[in-house]
């Protein structure tokens, strides 16, 4: 495929020519001037379009500590460099917090005036941006187009996974950026500075690009950091570590700890040993895991628990258990150095490494209380053409492992829409969740980003939509993610995108409403959101009247009260559910959620819809009797085969 990007410019591979227009730029910005003081950016995680303010006063907005930009801190430190730190989503996320209310708060004044306070103050000799990810761009372009266009004499740098996986369409888009730092910046970023202040030759460039006129200039030799230059310590001092937990959400585990609980993260490793062609963790870090020592995460984890209070740690590895000695000797020595803190993967682990019980065993006795395992799909052939390193046996082998430690709550990570997934496929990974019978499931769409092999694949057979990561639906706009807060069926469930609803809809089950004749059909991407929501319902919510587990019990009554009261409060599928969760570990259902459902239920046709497709009443929470099952969610009028697989599980979970 011809990057339409690349017509529009041309991009010199002659070295003599792009030293020397190397040359000309840093004269141009700097002159004589040396460089001393840094001062990074993270930019708000959405834009004002997207923002929602009454999901940030809820406190369910996430608020990841900067880690990214801590650990360049100390690199660039080390150097005697002069760093500072503003991580505008949190900060923004402190004054929702202290507002008065939606009306009162203007989410652009208020990052732009935090923005010339801080450069203002720290008075830095370059100002660097960070953005991690694609659906951050819009966000990511206001805040540099703002320090642009007010401070146009301090050179603007950007970097981080988002700008490195679009080189060019990242460039072109945004005017005036000065300096691009690409990959990972330990070495790299050092390394362009030690340049621009004299002090190597500009033959030594590493990992940058930059832009004059129309051409653009890549130097994109590697400087990978290795074990010892990742095994350093965050500028943790200039992070303001503890609140990060208090105005907003870290990880998938938040709401299953108590409110006061401090929350941070920490990184063990980088890379991931998966090529998974939807994932592009190895185009940034490389085809090998590189590890910090042991004894530096050890210290880290004492340092965030001792010096920050910290009580529960997010880790952002992609790859936690990669190398089975190295992951048992860590967990080991976290609880012979005493570490007391517990710990989720919201990342996600490799199945095949929960195959082994002594794995498992030391996750446990360190302090895990959940984790994401990456499975995606239950087909074969997907497994295979998704290059997913597990098959149905591995996936099923670390659940029964995982049967051992019911105190970890596990979820598996789930995905539909892949490339000519017949809807039999997903119906496969219905039935594989249902065997493996997890926690809980975390369903998405499949999103396809840049820098990705099936994103290549899906632009060449025309399968995209319009925006980056969207499929050709409509009004994806409206929601970036595919999961979370932001999610496009949070923009469903609140009506920023309208449900299409008949009468003759809400008169049968769920896929009643589909002319189905087979399993071999590849369902259009406009009926995706419909089969997640069915496959929600039966993998997770239907799961909850079988369970009958007391530490389950627990566990999803903790979840759904969270979920029910910060992430969706106006999600009539989960009060209904969070009610029953109620049932089952107070003994009773409070009457405001009896309430909240009945105006929920009766203010939305939407839900009325859902309801009576899957056969629940707003009277089981009235009289305080649930169903001890759902039998179906409808089948196709027009199915010619065995209707046997639309039937829902109904055994009791003991």
Known sequence: MVDLAHKLETIYSSEEVKYEFAKKHFSKLFGDRKVKKILFFNPPDVDDEIFDYNIAKRGRANNYPSYGLGILASQLRNKKYDIDICNLNHEILKKVRYSNNNEEFNFVETWKKLVDEKIKLFKPDIIGVSCLFSVTHKSFKKVCSYIKKNYPDIPLLIGGVHVSHDIHGVINDLDDVDLVSLFEGDRALPN???????????????????????????????MVPDTHDMSILPAYDIMDLKDHSKYGTI????????????????????????????????????????????????????????DYGVQHIVWLDDDL?????????????????????????TNGVIAHSLKQLEVVDAMHKSGCIGVHIGIESGNPQILKQIRKPGTVETFLKAAEILKNFPEINCRALLMLGFPKETLGMIFDTIELAENMNLDWNNLSVLQPWKGTPIYEQ?????LLGMEEGTLKTEDNEKAPYQLGTYSRQRAIETGKIQSKITKKDLMGGFLDKFEISSLDIIPEATILDDLWFYMNVRVNFAKLLRENRPIKIKQQYNWL?????????????????????????????????????????????YWQEKFKMFKLDLSHLENEQFPDYIDNGGIPKTFQGDPSRFYFPKNLIN
């Open 192 to 222: 362009l500075l030690e340049i621009i202040n004299g002090e190597k030759k500009i033959e030594d460039l590493a990992q940058f690009a930059f832009k004059s006129g129309k051409e653009i200039f890549i130097f994109d030799k590697r």
């Open 251 to 306: 990880g998938s585990w938040h709401g299953m700890l108590g409110q006061e609980t401090i929350v941070s993260t920490c990184q063990s490793n980088r890379g991931c040993r998966a090529a998974c062609t939807f994932c592009n963790v190895r185009t940034y870090h490389g085809k090998t895991v590189r590890h910090k020592t042991v004894d530096a995460v050890v210290d880290e984890l004492l340092c965030l628990q001792n």
């Open 321 to 345: 258990l990669k190398d089975k000695e190295r992951t048992i000797h860590m967990f080991n020595e976290m609880v012979r150095r005493n570490v007391k803190l517990t710990w989720d993967a």
């Open 458 to 462: 899906m632009s060449d057979e025309g």
């Open 561 to 605: 009260n969270y979920v029910a009261n910060k992430t969706a409060p106006d999600n009539a599928m989960i009060i209904y559910f969070y009610a029953l969760m109620q049932k089952k570990y107070l003994g009773k259902v409070d009457n405001e959620t009896k309430l909240r459902l009945k105006s929920r239920i009766k203010n939305s046709t």
